[in-house]
């Protein structure tokens, strides 16, 4: 199973945000995400791919540029 989510906490309230994260937590299958969202991204990312140049590299969870 493969979900692709693409800014999903955007349009909803934060009690909405924290459900969805609960909900993504328990998920079995896995989950691709776009996200600038900093908290979303901490709870549930275990590993963060950047496209740069046309290439995709693998970034360490909490690197900055």
């Known amino acids: ?3 692709i ?6 349009s ?3 009690s909405m ?12 299958g896995k989950i691709i995400f776009v996200s600038h969202d900093k ?7 275990t590993k963060i791919y950047e496209i740069k140049n046309h290439q995709l590299i693998e970034r360490r969870l909490y ?3």
Do not use: P
């Open 5 to 10: 989510l693409d800014e999903i906490t955007n």
């Open 63 to 65: 690197e900055t540029n």
């Open 12 to 14: 909803i309230s934060i």
């Open 39 to 45: 908290n979303l991204v901490d709870e549930i990312a």
């Open 17 to 28: 945000q924290l459900k969805l994260i609960d909900a993504l937590k328990s998920y079995q």
């Open 1 to 3: 199973n493969l979900l």
